[in-house]
């Protein structure tokens, strides 16, 4: 954790130091909130997962309710990595750019950071073999920040003469990277290099109900998982 801290303060305070302009050190940061803040978020918690089994047996043991064991857990590693994602993004983007579009950044990450954990507890609580989950792990972060956006593009091709801009408003909600991206690229204004579909999108993310249900969606991404794994960890046989 203080590796990944230190490793998030020095590419945040090298962004901000190469750059003149706030705004393109701000969408520098924005590749590496959505690209490595979930895949460390993802390997860190599976790994801490397998290597805790024995723990988490002894734990088992005790007259503790199963649920509330792995519930703590999952606080425990969220907190950590929420207040380490604080500290290396958070104060470093609101001293150099105290405004609307970094507190979005900020919340973004936040929020990435606590779905990937959930997400990462559900393939560890699933997946038996540590190496198997590991690999799970990885193709789930891939599949979310690369295949899913290939999909994407491949379908708008194929009925790129049908209205289905609107559409993807939907489509891009089963993905919690890209509800990220949207919201923040629209705050940096660059949805003006998105033609007709970033009117859509700005028709839709960039007002206050748009932000409120974007939220709630980020909110499931993280209820759901949880509650899987949760459900997963009550039945599974140790």
């Given amino acids: 954790m203080i590796a990944y801290a230190a490793l998030l303060i020095l590419l945040s305070l090298s962004l901000f130091a190469l750059e ?8 520098d940061l924005l590749n590496i909130v959505l690209i ?4 460390v978020s993802l390997l860190f918690s599976v790994i801490y997962i397998y290597n805790s089994a024995e723990f988490l047996e002894l ?30 993004v958070g104060l470093p983007v609101l001293f150099f750019d105290f405004s609307a579009t970094a507190a979005m950044l900020v919340l973004t990450g936040l929020f990435l950071t606590v779905i990937f954990i959930a997400i990462a507890m559900l393939a560890a609580v699933k997946v038996r073999d540590k190496a198997k989950g590991i690999g799970t ?18 379908f708008l ?5 049908y209205p289905v801009e609107k559409p993807m408003v939907a489509v891009s909600m089963l993905n919690p990277v890209d509800i990220g991206r949207i919201m923040i690229l629209l ?30 969606v980020l909110l499931l991404w993280v209820f759901i998982p949880a509650m899987l794994s949760v ?8």
């Fill in 20 to 27: 003149d302009n706030t705004a393109k050190a701000m969408l």
């Fill in 36 to 39: 490595i803040v979930p895949l």
């Fill in 59 to 88: 734990l088992v043991s005790q007259p503790l309710k199963r649920g509330m064991i792995w519930l703590s857990l999952f606080s425990g590693l969220a907190l950590s990595f929420c207040l380490t994602f604080l500290l290396g």
């Fill in 137 to 154: 792990a990885i193709l789930l972060w891939i599949y979310f920040t690369v295949l899913f956006d290939g999909m994407v593009l491949f």
């Fill in 157 to 161: 091709f194929q009925f790129a003469d």
């Fill in 187 to 216: 705050r940096m204004d660059e949805s003006a290099l998105m033609g007709y579909t970033g009117a859509i999108f700005r028709n839709f993310f960039g007002t206050g109900t748009g932000v409120v249900i974007s939220f709630l």
């Fill in 231 to 238: 459900r997963k960890f009550k039945n599974k046989d140790l």
